[in-house]
């Protein structure tokens, strides 16, 4: 079984160099993994959007580190608990 990650650039949507390693085994890859490594090919200043799955510390940091930008969606529990410090009451933007 194969896990495969493909960068997407947003305006065009063409794909950029797929990067892939196996699911399961002692060789498994995790998508965050295989994620840093894609980042390896981006242009310092691209922006990564990304889904719930990429919204954790590790990917940000990665990000970061190679000067990209990073707009990610956070689980409601990521969200609740670790930044707004308990349930959302309203909508808007927070730092």
């Known amino acids: 079984m ?3 990650i493909v960068f997407h650039e ?3 949507g063409l794909a ?4 892939w390693g196996p699911m399961y085994g002692t060789e498994a890859v995790s998508e965050q993994y295989l994620a840093e ?3 390896d090919a981006l242009v310092p200043g691209s922006i990564l959007v990304g889904d719930r799955n990429f919204g954790v510390f590790s990917i940000v940091w990665a990000a970061h580190q190679r000067g990209l930008q990073v707009v990610v969606r956070l689980t409601a529990e990521r969200w609740r608990s670790k930044l707004a410090g308990g349930p959302i009451a309203e909508e ?3 730092r």
Request: no cysteine; aromatic share 0%; proline share 6%.
């Open 2 to 4: 194969l896990r495969i």
């Open 10 to 12: 947003l305006e065009t």
């Open 16 to 19: 950029e160099k797929p990067h």
């Open 37 to 39: 490594k894609a980042m």
């Open 92 to 94: 808007g933007e927070r």
